[in-house]
């Protein structure tokens, strides 16, 4: 860095420190004091953090990697939007800090404290806890995805909407009052043989065998009386009591219609969602009913808001777990506007091949010419996993494209059955791209929802002859 630049700077206050913004890689950051600075975005690689102070500072976005944090000092500290993965934390004084939309990935926390803390939408996966507490803290629609709780205490906390997925717990205290607003929670209490207690009256703990023998029936008795649906018809899913479910989701859905509640909406249509008990088409009528209490500028301006923060994930929630795989290519053209017959030649050739029938059932399949000069080609499928790789392997094969950059993928299309009409197809087009004279390059791919262990190293995405090495965990 030019060091004039940097006086005249600071004569006219700037105050952000170089080693602040030093992408920090295998080295030992030790009593350094950031109190009330600015280090937003840092990435630290291969780090240990230990005896720094980062009481009221701002760390949002930054990216920590096999790092270390050891006794620092996190008093109101902005650690939003941030990365922790491959990380282990140590402390002596309690955490109080905003860690919302933060992501841990496998992740260790030992005998850590969190005290008044905000974590929501914070997602935690293969995550390790153990000893210490989270207390007086929120963590709404946070994400806990195969973590182990060791000797922890949760039962002073609100976990209303908190999401956990195959969870292990030993010797963990869960609050009494928390379980029937949580995603996940009574399925795994009502399987479990992990010591968990549940926290009672008079500092006293109940088993989870007499939660659910006198506890839960008493609950329900008492969101029923104080039409609390949301509660009611989380304890009636997990207790596989579909029918009263339904009642109850439709009483709740119709409640938050009344009172425009798209907050409670989101949670509503995750619980159905979750259930798997209703068809697409429910799914598609919750949607629309949804969509048509759009303000469409007549509501007011918060109500737009709330609309517009939660429909994305109301969506989401309706469809991601039920979709279908889907594969999305970009095909671009050589073909101008005034070509008129080439293009019809060329949309035809592609409907065709993604319509055929390869021997896994038929596509449902999009089409979208842009407008760009020469003319693009976005084309959307959805179908079977072994349809959709077999269907791009032919467009890679009809466009030209054979080298060793996908080899991997035709490899796995050439083991798959297909039909005799499906090659025939592939080998006629093949010859009437060499006779047309219009150039086809493949600008992307992206295959998502797929969930057969068959296609776990297939690259979902390539774009610009750069394939990423993302691999399918579950749903893309």
Do not use: W
């Amino acid at each position: 860095m030019n060091k004039e630049v940097l006086k005249q700077l600071k004569k006219y206050g700037y105050g952000r420190k170089d080693s602040m913004i030093i992408n920090h890689s295998n080295r030992i950051v030790d009593s350094a004091d950031y109190t009330a600075n600015n280090i937003n975005h840092q990435i630290c690689e291969y780090a240990t953090i230990q005896n720094c102070i980062f009481d009221f500072t701002s760390v949002t976005g930054s990216l920590y990697r096999n790092c270390t944090f050891e006794n620092n000092s996190m008093k109101e500290t902005d650690f939003e939007f941030c990365e922790f993965t491959n990380c282990s934390f140590f402390a002596k004084k309690p955490i109080n800090s905003s860690f919302n939309n933060s992501n841990f990935i496998n992740t260790r926390f030992y005998n850590i404290e969190f005290d008044s803390c905000t974590l929501t939408n914070a997602y935690f996966e293969n995550c390790y806890f153990r000893g210490g507490g989270i207390h007086c803290s929120t963590l709404e629609n946070a994400v806990f995805k195969s973590c182990h709780f060791e000797e922890m205490n949760l039962s002073v906390l609100n976990m209303d909407y908190v999401q956990l997925d195959e969870p292990h717990m030993t010797e963990v205290i869960l609050a009494m009052s928390q379980i029937p607003f949580i995603f996940g929670c009574l399925e795994y209490l009502l399987k479990t043989t992990d010591s968990v207690k549940i926290s009672g009256a008079k500092n006293k703990y109940i088993s989870i065998t007499e939660y659910k023998s006198k506890v839960i029936p008493l609950l329900m008795q008492h969101f029923k009386d104080t039409e609390q649906y949301f509660p009611l018809s989380n304890l009636q899913l997990a207790l596989m009591d579909y029918d009263s479910a339904k009642e109850s989701l439709k009483k709740g859905i119709s409640i938050s219609v009344e009172t425009r509640d798209f907050r409670m909406l989101k949670y509503y249509c995750q619980l159905i969602a979750k259930t798997r008990y209703f068809k697409a088409d429910t799914l598609h009528m919750f949607y629309r009913n949804i969509c048509k209490m759009s303000p469409q500028g007549e509501g007011s301006y918060n109500e737009q808001r709330n609309f517009t923060r939660h429909i994305a994930e109301i969506k989401a929630a309706l469809f991601d777990q039920n979709s279908s795989p889907h594969l999305s290519t970009t095909i671009k053209t050589d073909i101008t506007s005034q070509k008129i017959g080439l293009l019809s030649r060329i949309l035809e050739m592609f409907f065709t091949i993604s319509k055929t029938d390869a021997g896994y059932g038929a596509n449902q399949v999009d089409m979208l010419v842009s407008e760009n000069s020469p003319l693009m080609l976005e084309l959307n499928v959805h179908g079977s996993e072994r349809a959709l790789v077999v269907l791009l392997s032919s467009l890679l094969k009809i466009v030209g494209i054979t080298g060793t950059t996908h080899q991997h993928l035709l490899t796995i299309a050439e083991n798959l059955p297909v039909t005799v009409y499906m090659n025939e197809l592939v080998e006629q087009y093949i010859e009437q791209m060499k006779e047309i004279p219009v150039a086809l390059f493949l600008s992307e791919y992206c295959l998502n929802n797929f969930k057969e262990t068959a296609f776990c190293n297939l690259p979902c995405y390539y774009y610009s002859n750069q394939i990423s090495t993302s691999k399918y965990i579950g749903t893309i």
